[in-house]
């Protein structure tokens, strides 16, 4: 069983725990350090802020750190991608061509683990299942952005939601 899927731009997750582990820099974390909290709900073909809509706009600042808290609260595996323009070479949408978490320290939380990496394309995640995604966003984030779901048919069926960065 998969507990949890992350993919950086650094390479493959299985091969990033282990250089974690033997240079010491993964390690157990009780809480992510002061961030603006955005606890973002996954269910089934939508995101949601608390006290919003579905899939409504996601408004953020460039220069703040924030601790991004994704929860499925649905039954089906979700993919969680933050990017722009989304890949159509294939005839249907696959990941997204920009990235808005793009050279930015990351640092991801499930489990107690965090794992700390340049960038992040994308989470996988099991019904139930949460993380956290710490990230101070650059200045050059500026602008339109999304947050999508890839797996077959979820972005089709409408699994997006704009993000403006100001």
Known sequence: MELFNIRIQTGFLVMLFLTLFSLGLAQESDQVTDAIPVTI??????FQLEGQDQNAAISLEAGQTYD????NLGKVLHEVQFGRDPNMESGTPH???SFLFEGA???SVVDKLEVISSGLIEVKMQ???E???QVTLPETS?????IGCFQPGHYEAGMHAPIIVK
């Open 95 to 97: 990941d997204y061509t």
């Open 131 to 133: 993380m956290h995604i």
């Open 142 to 146: 500026k602008g339109d952005w999304e």
């Open 68 to 71: 991004f808290l994704l929860k």
């Open 105 to 107: 320290e990351v640092v």
């Open 41 to 46: 709900n996954i269910g089934e073909m939508y």
């Open 127 to 129: 019904p139930g299942q």
